[in-house]
């Protein structure tokens, strides 16, 4: 009877093991983990499938952010997408990153802070993919298609069928016309983010994360003179604005106006996007909002990331150079050279 209680044992351990959700953990270390996270090979020869081309993850605050697995030479990477996840989910320096494999293409991630604790930040964030990845949506059609053919199928005409879709017929054309249009992205589900406007500027610091504080030591008049006159120094050909930075550019609002002078010269009249070419050579892009009404052109949507991202700080001195009619040149002129990361006010 041990014998077989044994055997029992082993063979329901066995089958435990089997059925084990392949999970890693990470820690983030920046700069190296800002643009990609490499992903262990163990891990991926665990999936019961192929190694897809892409990952969803759905953090702490139940968003999901669509990311690219690429093979990079020493291995595979999360590399597009990835970036966006690091910024909406205010991860610093060495945060303990744990990634459990849920579902098809899915992975549940917990972010731990250095204290040892869950960063309470990341249960606020919100997804600021120009797509947002509707994790369940995308499983109740899946379920859909499987259950296709599992139920009766009534005939008749659509209109008997349900009183409220008689409301695409006469109705809606008698309507149509009656209401504003809204122009902005389809895809974007927060009404105030369709509006390019005011509106959405006021409410952008709050919805991608909300103020930040800063983390460098105190500056001098004097530093702040000399980055001044760097930029001071610089030449181009071309078109150009410089733009002392304050605290509404960089830790809360994160709205830019541009100098009048400069965009009624060389930039569109209208609003549109524009590209962002900042130091390191990689592309943004960026709403440059324009009001002719009140005689206003700054940078918005965009600019927050671009801004957080390259660490620029209240009283760095900034050049945007016009290198082609839709595509700014960024330079910065830093007041303290060595750049510490920026805090969450709500973390501090």
Excluded at 213 to 239: C, G, H, Y
Excluded at 270 to 284: E, F
Aim: charged share 25%; glycine share 6%.
């Amino acid at each position: 009877m041990v014998k077989k209680t044994r055997k029992t044992l082993t063979s329901k351990s066995s089958s435990l093991v089997t059925k084990r959700v392949p999970e890693f953990f990470k820690i983030f270390l920046s700069p190296e983990s800002f643009y990609k996270m490499k992903v262990p090979i163990e891990f991926l020869e665990q999936l019961t499938s192929e190694i897809p081309g892409s990952f969803y993850l759905r953090g702490p605050s139940g968003k999901v952010w669509r990311v690219r697995l690429l093979e990079m030479g020493d291995g595979y990477y999360f590399k597009d997408g990835w970036e966006d996840f690091v910024i909406d989910n205010f991860m610093s320096n060495k945060d303990f990153c744990a990634f459990k494999y849920v579902s098809e293409n899915c992975l549940q991630v917990q972010i731990f802070e250095r204290n040892g604790c869950e960063k309470e930040s990341a249960f606020e964030a919100n997804c600021s993919q120009a797509c947002t990845t509707n994790f369940s949506a995308r499983h109740k059609v899946k379920k859909a298609v499987k259950n296709q053919g599992k139920f009766p199928i009534f005939k008749g005409r659509a209109s008997t069928m349900n009183p409220s879709a008689r409301c695409w017929g006469e109705k809606a054309v008698k309507n149509q016309g009656k209401f504003p249009i809204i122009k902005g992205r389809a895809s974007t589900m927060n009404r105030s983010a369709r509006c390019w406007g005011k509106k959405a500027v006021k409410n952008q610091g709050e919805r991608l994360g909300g103020p930040f504080i800063s983390q460098r030591r105190d500056i001098t008049v004097k530093e702040e003179n000399m980055a001044l006159n760097a930029a001071l120094r610089f030449v181009s050909k071309k078109p150009y604005a410089m733009i002392t930075m304050r605290k509404s550019h960089v830790y809360t609002g994160f709205c830019l106006p541009l100098p009048r002078s400069f965009w009624k010269a060389h930039l569109p009249d209208c609003s549109q996007q524009m590209t962002l070419r900042d130091p390191r050579g990689k592309t943004w892009s960026v709403r440059l909002y324009v009001n002719q009404i009140h005689q206003v052109g700054q940078l918005t949507e965009g600019w927050r990331k671009i801004s957080f991202t390259n660490n620029i700080e209240a009283s760095d001195v900034c050049i945007f150079e016009l290198v082609k009619p839709n595509e700014f040149k960024l330079h910065i002129f830093r007041v303290i050279e060595e750049t510490v990361p920026l805090r969450r006010l709500r973390d501090m």
